[in-house]
C-alpha cells in the first residue's frame, strides 16, 4: 500500500520532487523525482549524502504529515525490508506481525527525530531495528508459553475437553471472558489471529497482550499453582 501510493505520488505529470542542487549533498545538482532519489541513494552509500536528504526529509514530515509521512516510509521501505528479512526467520508467529512493528518503530521515531541531528537515517533505522527485534523476542516467549500450556492440557485432556477446562479456569476468575474466548479461538482452534482482532474489536497487539496473559495463568491453574487473579 506504501509502495503504490509512492509510486503514484512521484509519476505523472507534478510527481513530488527533491531539489538536490539547494541541498549541495553530492546527488545531481538537479530536481529530481523522488523515486530517482530513492535509486540514486541505494547505489551511493556516502553518509553525509544521504543524511542531508533524510534531514530534508524529516523536515517535510514534520511539516505536512501528509503526503510526506508517507513518502519517507516509501523512502525508507528497502531498508524496512531488509531489517524483516533479517528478523524474519527468527520469528516463530505471523510474518506480518514483525513487519508492522518495524514500520510502527520507524514512525515513532521519525514523529520525534530531530532534524539538525547528524546520522538520523541510521537514527530512524536502528528505532525500527529495535522494534522489530523486541516483538521477535516477545513472540519467542509466547510461543514458548504456548508450547507449555499446549502440554500441560494434553496431560489434563483425561479430565475433560479443552473448552471444559477453559470454562473451569474462567469460572474460577482465572481468566476473564473475553480472554477465554480468544484462547479458544486462537490458541485451540488455531483462528488467525487478525481475525480474531477484528471480531473483538481490537488490535493484534492487544490479542497477543490477553494471550499471553491468560496463558501464564492457565499454565498456573492447570499445573496446579498459585492463582492469579484474571486482569
Same mark, same amino acid.
Given at each position: 500500500m506504501i509502495e503504490r501510493r509512492f509510486l503514484a505520488m512521484t509519476a505523472g505529470a507534478q510527481p513530488l520532487t527533491l531539489d538536490c542542487a539547494a541541498l549541495g549533498c553530492g546527488l545531481p545538482a538537479e530536481v529530481l523525482p523522488l523515486d530517482e532519489v530513492r535509486v540514486l541513494l541505494l547505489k551511493r552509500q556516502t553518509g553525509w549524502v544521504t543524511n542531508a536528504v533524510w534531514q530534508e526529509l524529516v523536515r517535510r514530515a514534520h511539516a505536512e504529515p501528509e503526503p510526506w509521512t508517507t513518502v519517507d516510509a516509501a523512502m525508507m521501505m528497502p531498508g524496512l525490508k531488509h531489517i524483516g &528479512?533479517?528478523?524474519?526467520?527468527?520469528?516463530? &508467529?505471523?510474518?506480518?506481525?514483525?513487519d508492522s512493528a518495524i514500520l510502527e518503530g520507524f514512525l515513532q521515531a521519525l514523529d520525534i527525530a530531530d532534524t539538525r541531528a547528524r546520522k538520523v537515517y541510521g537514527q530512524l533505522y536502528w528505532a525500527a531495528f529495535r522494534r522489530g527485534h523486541e516483538v521477535c523476542n516477545s513472540e519467542r516467549r509466547r510461543a514458548m508459553t504456548r508450547s507449555e500450556l499446549t502440554n500441560v492440557a494434553d496431560r489434563r485432556s483425561a479430565e475433560g475437553h479443552p473448552d471444559l477446562v477453559l470454562a473451569g479456569a474462567m469460572l474460577s476468575g482465572v481468566v476473564t471472558p473475553q480472554q477465554a474466548d480468544l484462547v479458544s479461538e486462537v490458541l485451540l482452534d488455531h483462528d488467525n489471529r487478525t481475525t480474531a482482532a477484528k471480531r473483538h474489536g481490537m488490535s493484534r497487539?492487544?490479542?497477543?497482550?490477553?494471550?499471553?496473559?491468560?496463558?501464564?495463568?492457565?499454565?498456573?491453574?492447570?499445573?496446579?499453582?498459585?492463582l492469579r487473579p484474571a486482569a
Open positions: &528479512g533479517n528478523l524474519g526467520s527468527r520469528f516463530p &508467529g505471523d510474518r506480518n506481525d514483525p497487539y492487544q490479542v497477543a497482550s490477553e494471550l499471553t496473559t491468560a496463558s501464564r495463568h492457565l499454565a498456573d491453574y492447570l499445573l496446579g499453582g498459585p
